[in-house]
């Protein structure tokens, strides 16, 4: 059974920072490409950021660039994400999730495992 559990999510300040964390059981992990996607109220999920399996590889969505940092540590099967320079507008729930295949994709259609979740709160 796949399970994908986010955490470090909270409130913080405009300009403050927050690391994500996803931890993965029952999947090898080092095989699986790996991304981000947010869900604000009222809109649609959307895709932040991906990385390969190795991590060599990673996208990020245009309004994160220079501000967030996809990074995966496969000994201990968990992904990250580094956010600085926070806004309001980054308020959201992230969720991690899990292809089956090694390629960073952005589509999260592509995706075949999804975490429950942890919300974002950026104060102005």
Do not use: H
């Not at 490409?33 to 604000?40: L, V």
């Not at 967030?68 to 099967?77: E, G, L, P, V, Y």
């Amino acid at each position: 059974q796949v399970q994908l559990v986010e955490s470090g999510g909270g409130l913080v300040q405009a300009g403050g920072s927050l690391r994500l964390s996803c931890a993965a059981s029952g999947l090898i992990f080092s095989t699986n490409a790996m991304g981000w996607f947010r869900q604000a109220p009222g809109k649609e999920r959307e895709f932040v950021s991906t990385i390969s399996w190795s991590g060599g590889v990673t996208y990020y969505a245009d309004f994160v660039k220079g501000r967030f940092t996809i990074s995966r540590d496969n000994a201990k099967r968990t992904m990250y994400l580094q956010m600085n320079n926070l806004k309001p507008e980054d308020t959201a729930v992230y969720y991690c999730a899990a292809r089956r295949g090694v390629g960073a994709r952005q589509a999260g259609e592509t995706y075949d495992y999804w975490g429950q979740g942890t919300q974002v709160t950026v104060s102005s």
